[in-house]
């Protein structure tokens, strides 16, 4: 397997634990590491900037009734706050970079760090492995990709969430 090759450091990821995600630490830097080889696989050639809240299920169910107004935890919610024509078109985008910061902010992701581990038991895998996953998933997102309204979509964002899990080499 090969390893990310995800050596120029332009975006600025801030990733955090909330303080209900106390019983499941995930790995930090494996998330950056993971956003950063997506952007770079993806082709996102100008400096983003990515949030991350890793909380429990108490918290991510009340967001996602609150924002998406489903009345249940799930695993990771994004947040894009960028309008992309096509799934991870920076270039035909009519995107919009901070004056402040000179970043293109790209949104938000939420992981539970509770479902993480017990996804990662059901499916026989690492948490790292789960919680790689599921980064790069919401990175696609953020990007534009979608996997719930067609067929087409769905293939195209699996084929670039393998890609890119292979990259990693997880």
Do not use: W
Request: net charge negative; glycine share 6%; hydrophobic share 35%.
């Amino acid at each position: 397997m090969s390893v990310c090759k995800c050596t120029v450091h332009k975006h600025k990821i801030y990733a955090r634990h909330s303080r209900g995600a106390t019983a499941v630490r995930l790995p930090i830097p494996l998330i950056k590491k993971s956003i950063r080889c997506a952007l770079r696989l993806e082709g996102i050639d100008v400096s983003c900037e990515v949030s991350v809240l890793i909380t429990d299920d108490t918290e991510i169910h009340n967001i996602n009734r609150e924002f998406r107004g489903i009345d249940k935890p799930t695993d990771v919610l994004s947040f894009p706050m960028q309008d992309f024509p096509m799934p991870g078109q920076i270039a035909t985008c009519a995107c919009e970079v901070d004056p402040e910061t000179g970043l293109l902010p790209l949104g938000d992701i939420i992981l539970s760090s509770e479902r993480v581990e017990k996804q990662a038991r059901e499916h026989g895998q690492s948490r790292e492995r789960e919680t790689a996953f599921l980064t790069v998933h919401s990175v696609l997102h953020l990007l534009g990709y979608d996997h719930t309204e067609e067929a087409d979509g769905r293939k195209l964002m699996r084929g670039r969430e393998k890609a890119i899990m292979h990259e990693l080499g997880i």
